[in-house]
């Protein structure tokens, strides 16, 4: 095995023993979203309304999956077993490199694992599990493309956690996955329009919402949906976009830390 492909193993091995980043990733939004449920409940369109719901949450949740590997990446490269690793002859860049890799694969099986629960627990009826699935790669990509950038411009883990987790909080609470209907609480324009369009929440839900097949709570009842795939493949390149900018960034940030 090549040296990325150990140290790869190594980082995944690590992340899938880490307690706590399993409990946030998948225990409180399964706790959440299980502790909402009313199998007695009558109303029409029930499993509509548990695909909304559960894909607020996964989603939103998927937000914090490359946080985890942030506190590994800085106690190996930049704190406590810096000048260990600093004598091997592998760049510092593939250690980070194979450490986010592997925190994305733990992130998408995590995010799974809600979905397979919800699924045999729940009357859910996705509208379209495939592009659930699609959108929870991409919340996936632009998180942990963020968090590589922050590795590579903050020196100290302590200031990284701090900025990574209020950012993720923060998008996750505007974009109403932690408090629903907080776009009602907050009665302000620019509130709603952030709410509704601009946070990778808000986008996730925008794709699924026009994948086909979703509904709708409008005037007091759930409407149907209309498929718009452009509307699906204009969200989906937003998320790209904005991953793509940070993926930009960080290889610039690094080009110029090392000159």
């Known amino acids: 095995m090549n040296k990325f492909g150990l140290i790869f193993r190594h980082y995944f091995s690590r992340l899938i023993k880490d307690k706590l980043g399993l409990a946030i990733q998948v225990g409180l939004p399964l706790f959440i979203i299980l502790f909402m449920i009313n199998l007695d409940d009558d109303t029409p369109y029930l499993g509509q309304m548990w695909a909304r719901l559960a894909s607020n949450f996964i989603i939103g949740f998927s937000l914090f999956g490359g946080q985890w590997a942030l506190g590994h990446i800085f106690d190996d490269l930049k704190e406590t077993r810096k000048w260990r690793l600093m004598a091997t002859p592998i760049d510092t860049g593939v250690f980070t490199k194979a450490a986010i890799l592997g925190s994305m694969v733990i992130s998408f099986i995590n995010s799974m694992i809600i979905v397979i629960v919800v699924t045999i627990v729940t009357p859910v009826e996705w509208s379209n599990l495939p592009l659930l699935i699609g959108t929870l790669i991409l919340t996936n990509l632009l998180s942990h493309a963020f968090n590589y950038f922050i590795t ?3 020196k100290e883990y302590k200031t990284a956690n701090a900025i990574t987790m209020v950012v993720s909080m923060g998008l996750l609470i505007a974009g109403g996955g932690v408090i629903m209907g ?17 946070t990778p929440l808000s986008i ?43 993926v930009v960034a960080s290889f610039v940030a690094r080009k110029v830390k090392e000159s």
Do not use: K, P, S
Not at 183 to 196: E, G, R, S
């Open 152 to 154: 590579i411009v903050v």
């Open 182 to 198: 907080i776009q009602n609480l907050v009665n302000l324009d620019a509130f709603t329009f952030i709410h509704d369009y601009a």
């Open 204 to 246: 996730g839900r925008q794709m699924i919402t026009y994948g086909g097949g979703a509904m709708t709570f409008e005037t007091g009842e759930f409407v149907h949906v209309a498929a718009d795939w452009g509307m699906v493949l204009f969200n989906a390149g937003l998320l790209l976009g904005v991953t793509a900018l940070f």
